[in-house]
């Protein structure tokens, strides 16, 4: 039905998520309309993508050996907000009410599944060696999202610590006007924006 090359490039687009089949289809077209040079850039961008890193303090996505929030001193350095993924980050900056640093979990925990590949072992780390007061847990209102955020505020309050360092650490939750059930990554900056300014301490 197609040449070739442009039934491949529907295949590898509807691979995508939410793609579906027919949206690919619309996706090809367009690229096939577009000249040389646009298709060239877009080509490159692509390919540019391996070039990106891992964050290997917060596991955020970056272009060297750490990303652009944990490179800025300008962050307040007292306070991680941990997150499930890297886009979560980019929804909470566009609301202007956070300045502090950011941990990326890489999910949930599912069940049936205890989050051994869960990046909370790092987390419980920086926490203890760095100078943190405050953490935000700002995983999804979901089910999976409300578990883990009760298991990490049970892990953190169990780190072998002194007292004097135990009580300086505040744990607090988004507030709630997320609604349940919602991704961070769909929230409008409104909404967000309330939900970290009225973040309450988790209890």
């Known amino acids: 039905m197609y040449p070739k090359a442009f039934s491949r490039l529907i295949q590898n687009l509807s691979s995508l998520p939410s793609v579906g089949p027919k949206m690919a289809e619309?996706?090809?077209l367009f690229l096939f309309k577009q000249d040389m040079e646009k298709l060239t850039e877009f080509a490159e961008n692509i390919l540019e993508i391996k070039n990106l890193k891992i964050c290997s303090r917060c596991f955020n996505i970056a272009e060297?050996?750490?990303?652009?929030?944990?490179?800025d001193p300008k962050r307040d350095q007292?306070?991680?907000?941990?997150v499930e993924e890297p886009l979560d980050i980019i929804s909470i900056e566009r609301?202007?009410?956070?300045a502090g640093l950011y941990h990326v979990l890489g999910g949930v925990i599912q069940v049936g599944n205890t989050g051994q590949d869960l990046k909370i072992n790092?987390?419980?780390?920086?926490?203890?060696?760095?100078?943190?007061?405050?953490?935000?847990?700002?995983?999804?209102?979901t089910t999976e999202g409300d578990a883990t955020a009760l298991y990490l505020k049970r892990k953190l309050q169990s780190l072998d610590t002194d007292s004097?360092?135990?009580?300086?650490?505040?744990?607090t939750r988004l507030g709630r006007g997320?609604?349940?059930?919602?991704?961070?990554e769909y929230a409008d900056e409104i909404t967000l924006s309330s939900a970290l300014t009225n973040r309450t301490e988790l209890l």
Not at 64 to 71: G, I, M, N, T, V
Not at 78 to 82: A, F, Y
Not at 95 to 98: F, K, L, N, V, W
Not at 178 to 184: I, N, P, V
């Open 164 to 171: 004097a360092n135990q009580a300086r650490l505040k744990i």
């Open 122 to 141: 790092e987390l419980l780390s920086r926490v203890e060696n760095e100078n943190t007061t405050e953490i935000i847990l700002a995983t999804n209102p």
């Open 64 to 71: 060297a050996e750490f990303c652009e929030f944990c490179k």
């Open 78 to 82: 007292c306070s991680i907000c941990v």
């Open 26 to 28: 619309r996706l090809v």
């Open 178 to 184: 997320l609604s349940t059930g919602a991704d961070l």
């Open 95 to 98: 609301t202007h009410s956070y």
